[in-house]
T-cell receptor, first 115, second 111 residues
Framework: EAGVVQSPRYKIIEKKQPVAFWCNPISGHNTLYWYRQNLGQGPELLIR????????DSQLPKDRFSAERLKGVDSTLKIQPAELGDSAVYLCASSLDRRVPYEQYFGPGTRLTVT | SQQGEEDPQALSIQEGENATMNCSYKTSINNLQWYRQNSGRGLVHLILIRSNEREKHSGRLRVTLDTSKKSSSLLITASRAADTASYFCATAPFYGNKLVFGAGTILRVKS
């Protein structure tokens, strides 16, 4: 079974530039998560999707971040414009059960460096 | 904000020794999970313990949960160099599908 796929793995951009991350969850997983992980910290949830609906985006900085999940499968997270403080690893995860959080399956992440 | 706090922040042991990591949290939970993260990679789920369980085993892993103290511990027995990684606890509330991760413990196993 293929795991969660993310691309790109690494991205270096200058501040004020846009950037986008892509995620393909495990087949059949209806719940998809985007996390941000700063250096030396645990992941922090940015947004959670149930199928194509964003059900928790309270931690998403909506002035510059946007996300979409077309047809309830793949998802894209976008930052425009990027700031120096956005440098982090962006992790995508998916899970099968949506009622109570059980185990989540993580992709390898995209390491973003904003210069 | 991160609910779980791991202790210690970093741990260095010799291969074959046991490693114990602790996690404290603040609010009531449905379950608590432990994840491992190798350098430059995503997180891998290790074990889940429900709020009505006190101890759980999986291979060389042993997890305990004390809901009265709002704390959990992860024991890795007979450690190997391949166990070198960061370990995170994550708490799940009774309502709402959201895991909250701690800051992690960095484990280094020297061969």
């Amino acid at each position: 079974e293929a795991g969660v796929v993310q691309s790109p793995r690494y991205k270096i951009i200058e501040k004020k530039q846009p950037v986008a991350f892509w995620c393909n969850p495990i087949s059949g997983h209806n719940t998809l998560y985007w996390y941000r992980q700063n250096l030396g910290q645990g992941p922090e949830l940015l947004i959670r999707y149930e199928n194509e609906e964003a059900v928790d985006d309270s931690q998403l900085p909506k002035d510059r971040f946007s996300a979409e999940r077309l047809k309830g499968v793949d998802s894209t997270l976008k930052i425009q414009p990027a700031e120096l403080g956005d440098s982090a690893v962006y992790l995508c995860a998916s899970s099968l059960d949506r009622r109570v959080p059980y185990e989540q399956y993580f992709g390898p992440g995209t390491r973003l460096t904003v210069t | 904000s991160q609910q779980g706090e791991e202790d210690p922040q970093a741990l260095s042991i010799q291969e074959g020794e046991n490693a114990t990591m602790n996690c404290s949290y603040k609010t009531s939970i449905n379950n608590l999970q432990w994840y491992r993260q190798n350098s430059g990679r995503g997180l891998v789920h290790l074990i889940l313990i429900r709020s009505n369980e006190r101890e759980k085993h999986s291979g060389r892993l042993r997890v305990t949960l004390d809901t009265s103290k709002k704390s959990s511990s992860l024991l890795i027995t007979a450690s190997r160099a391949a166990d070198t990684a960061s370990y995170f606890c994550a708490t799940a509330p009774f309502y709402g599908n959201k895991l909250v991760f701690g800051a992690g413990t960095i484990l280094r196993v020297k061969s």
